[in-house]
C-alpha cells in the first residue's frame, strides 16, 4: 500500500471516528453528569463523577413523579401497539390478497395519512375531543397513536403478504378452513418478522411522542414520559443533574430496544420514511 | 389476483376492515372537517360560535406573528436541508469507501440520536447551550476561543441556528443511511472503469457517483421539507418559541393561540393554512422533479 493510500485512509477513519463521537458524545455527557451531584455539575461537567450517586435517579421518581409517567407511558403504548398490530395485520393481509368495492379509495386515503403533516391536525384534534368530552383520557391517546401509526404498518404488512405464494391458503381452503382460520393458522406465524419491525417502529414512535399527548392529556396523571419531562424541564429548571437522571430514564428503554434490534430499526424507519 | 376458492371468503371482509378504518376515521379523516369547519368560525371554546366566512383567513394573511412564524419554518428548512443533506452525503461517501473500518459501529452510533426522545434530546442541548454551566461555552473557553462563546439560546440572531444544530445532529442518520442504500446500488465497474481511465476521487463523485444517485438525493430533499414542517418539540422545549417571539414556528403559534389566547376558529384556520403549506411543497418538489427528469430523458431521446 502507497503511503498516500495510507495517509488517506487514516484521514478518513478520524474523520468518521469524529463524528460518530460527536453522535454519542452528548448522550454519554447526559448519562454521566446524572450521576453527579448538581453543586458538582456546576463546578465541572466535562469530567467523570467522582463517585456514582443514584440520588438523582431516586429524586426522579420520589418527588418528580416519574414513576407514575412511566406507568402511564407504559399502559398506552402496550394497549396502542396491541391495537396496531391486528389491524395492521387483518387490513394488511386483505389489501394485499382481496379485491372488493372501495379499496381503492381505502387505499389512497392510508396513504394520503402518510402525507399529511400531523402537527396540522394537533388543534382540529383537541377541538373534536373537546366536542366529545375525550379530552384528558387515555382512550384518546390510545386511538389517536393507533390511528397515526397504521399506514405505515398496513403497508409494510401487505408488501410482505404479496411475496407469500397462495397455494398454502388454497390448501387451507379446500380443506375447509374459513378465513380467519387461515389468517391466524397460515398467514400470521410467516408474518411475524414484519409485525415485529412495526413493533419496534410503534414502540419508539409512542413512546418518545409528544406534541398529541401534550395537547390531549394534559392532566397530571395522564402525562406520559415526554410531556412529564419536559414540565419538570420547566419547574426544576435549576436542578440539571436531576433533570438528566430523569431523562436518561425516559430514553432508556428505547436505547436498548435499538441495542437489540438496531438493524431492524434502521431499516424499518428508513424503508418506512422514504415511502412516506 | 383472485380464484374463486378465494372469492367465497369475501364475506369476511367488511368484519376484517371495519375496526381498523374507523378508528383512522376518526382520529385521521375527521379533524380534517373539523379544521376546515371551525375554521369559517369565530369561537373561543365556549357556547357562542359565530360564522364569519374567510374573516380567520383574511386575519391570517395579515398577522405578521404567523407569517414570521412561518418564515423561521422556511429558514429552519434551508439551513437543516442545507447541512444534513450536504454532511450525510460525504459521511455516506467516507463510510462506503474501502479504506474505512468499524463500518457498523458508526451507522450504529450516527443513527442513534434518532431514536432518542425529542424531548429528551432537547433537555440535554439545553443544557450544552447553557450561557454559564453548559459544555459548549465551557469547552470553548477551555481551549482558547472565548470569543466564539454565545447566549446560544437567549440571542434572537442565534438561536434559530442553535435550533436547527440540534434538529441536523439528531437526525442527520436518516439521511446517512437513505444515502448509503443509494451508493451500494452504484455498481462497482463504472468505479473501475473510471479509475483506469484517471478520474480522482472528486471526478468520479460528480460525474458518476452524483447523477446515478439522483432519485435517492431527491427522496431525501423531499423528506428534508416535510420533515422542517414537523419542528415543534425542539423549540416548546429549548426555547418556547422565545427569546421574543424568535424562534415561534407555525405549529408553535397554532398551539399558543389555542392554549393561551383560546382563539379555537382561529387556531383551526392556522392548522389548515399550515397543512396547505406543507402539502403544496410537497407537491411543487415533485412536481419540480418530475419536470427534471422528464427534460432529461427527452436529450436522451
Known amino acids: 500500500m502507497s503511503k498516500l493510500r495510507k495517509f488517506r485512509k487514516s484521514i478518513l477513519n478520524i474523520f468518521l471516528l469524529g463524528y460518530s463521537l460527536l453522535s454519542i458524545y452528548p448522550l454519554l455527557w447526559m448519562i454521566m453528569n446524572s450521576f453527579k451531584k448538581n453543586s458538582e455539575f456546576m463546578v465541572n461537567n466535562m469530567s467523570f ?15 418528580s413523579k416519574m414513576n407514575i409517567y412511566y406507568i402511564n407511558s407504559i399502559i398506552v403504548s402496550i394497549v396502542s401497539i396491541f391495537l396496531i398490530l391486528i389491524i395492521i395485520f387483518s387490513i394488511g393481509y386483505v389489501f394485499s390478497r382481496y379485491i372488493f368495492v372501495g379499496r381503492r379509495l381505502m387505499y389512497v386515503l392510508f396513504l394520503f395519512g402518510m402525507l399529511i403533516p400531523t402537527h396540522s391536525l394537533l388543534i382540529p384534534l383537541f377541538t373534536q375531543y373537546k366536542l366529545m368530552g375525550l379530552l384528558n383520557s387515555r382512550m384518546a391517546l390510545i386511538l389517536t397513536y393507533c390511528g397515526y401509526n397504521l399506514p405505515a404498518g398496513i403497508f409494510l404488512v401487505e408488501g410482505f403478504v404479496h411475496s407469500i405464494p397462495r397455494e ?58 415526554p410531556i412529564g419531562l419536559a ?13 438528566l437522571a430523569a431523562s436518561v430514564l425516559a430514553t432508556l428503554p428505547v436505547i436498548i430496544i435499538y441495542g437489540l434490534f438496531n438493524n431492524q430499526i434502521v431499516n424499518g424507519m428508513v424503508s418506512g420514511s422514504v415511502k412516506g | 389476483m383472485e380464484s374463486n376458492i378465494f372469492k367465497q371468503q369475501k364475506k369476511y371482509i367488511p368484519y376484517i376492515l371495519a375496526p381498523g378504518v374507523l378508528i383512522y376515521v376518526f382520529v385521521v379523516l375527521t379533524p380534517l372537517f373539523i379544521g376546515l369547519k371551525y375554521g369559517f368560525y369565530d369561537w373561543s371554546g365556549g357556547p357562542k360560535k359565530i360564522f364569519i366566512f374567510f374573516d380567520n383567513y383574511i386575519r391570517l394573511i395579515h398577522d405578521q406573528d404567523f407569517l414570521s412564524s412561518l418564515l423561521n419554518n422556511f429558514k429552519l428548512m434551508v439551513v437543516v436541508m442545507f447541512f444534513q443533506l450536504i454532511i450525510a452525503f460525504i459521511l455516506a461517501l467516507v463510510l462506503n469507501s474501502k479504506l474505512t473500518k468499524w463500518k457498523d459501529f458508526h451507522r450504529f452510533a450516527i443513527f442513534l440520536p434518532v431514536v432518542v426522545s425529542q424531548v429528551a434530546v432537547s433537555i440535554l442541548w439545553k443544557l450544552i447551550y447553557n450561557q454559564n454551566y453548559g459544555l459548549l461555552n465551557r469547552f ?25 444544530a440540534v434538529i441536523i445532529w439528531q437526525f442527520i442518520g436518516i439521511y446517512l443511511v437513505i444515502f448509503l442504500s443509494g451508493l451500494q446500488a452504484v455498481p462497482n465497474e463504472l468505479y473501475e472503469s473510471a479509475q483506469i481511465d484517471g478520474a480522482n476521487a472528486i471526478t468520479r463523485t460528480t460525474k458518476i457517483t452524483i447523477p446515478l444517485m439522483k432519485q435517492t438525493i431527491l427522496v431525501a430533499l423531499i423528506l428534508a421539507i416535510a420533515g422542517s414542517m414537523k419542528i415543534f418539540d425542539h423549540i416548546y422545549v429549548m426555547t418556547g418559541g422565545g427569546p421574543g417571539k424568535a424562534s415561534t414556528v407555525a405549529a408553535m403559534y397554532a398551539y399558543n393561540m389555542t392554549f393561551k389566547r383560546f382563539e379555537y376558529g382561529y387556531a383551526s384556520a392556522i392548522s389548515m393554512a399550515i397543512l396547505l403549506v406543507s402539502l403544496s411543497l410537497i407537491i411543487i418538489t415533485q412536481l419540480i422533479i418530475k419536470l427534471i427528469s422528464n427534460s432529461e430523458n427527452k436529450g436522451i431521446n
Not at chain 1, 463523577?49 to 418527588?63: I, S, W
Open chain 2, 140 to 164: 470553548l473557553n477551555s481551549v482558547g476561543l472565548s470569543f466564539l462563546t454565545q447566549k446560544w439560546l437567549d440571542d434572537p440572531k442565534v438561536v434559530l441556528y442553535s435550533v436547527a
Open chain 1, 49 to 63: 463523577p467522582k463517585n456514582l450517586n443514584f440520588m438523582n435517579y431516586v429524586d426522579a421518581f420520589m418527588t
Open chain 1, 231 to 243: 414540565n419538570f424541564s420547566g419547574e426544576f429548571s435549576v436542578n440539571y443533574t436531576q433533570l
Open chain 1, 168 to 225: 398454502l391458503e388454497e390448501a387451507a381452503y379446500i380443506d375447509g378452513a374459513n378465513m380467519i382460520d387461515t389468517m391466524l393458522k397460515i398467514i400470521l406465524p410467516i408474518t411475524k418478522p414484519v409485525l415485529v419491525t412495526s413493533m419496534l417502529l410503534a414502540f419508539i414512535n409512542i413512546w418518545n411522542e409528544m406534541p398529541f399527548a401534550l395537547v390531549l392529556a394534559s392532566k397530571d396523571s395522564l402525562r406520559t414520559i
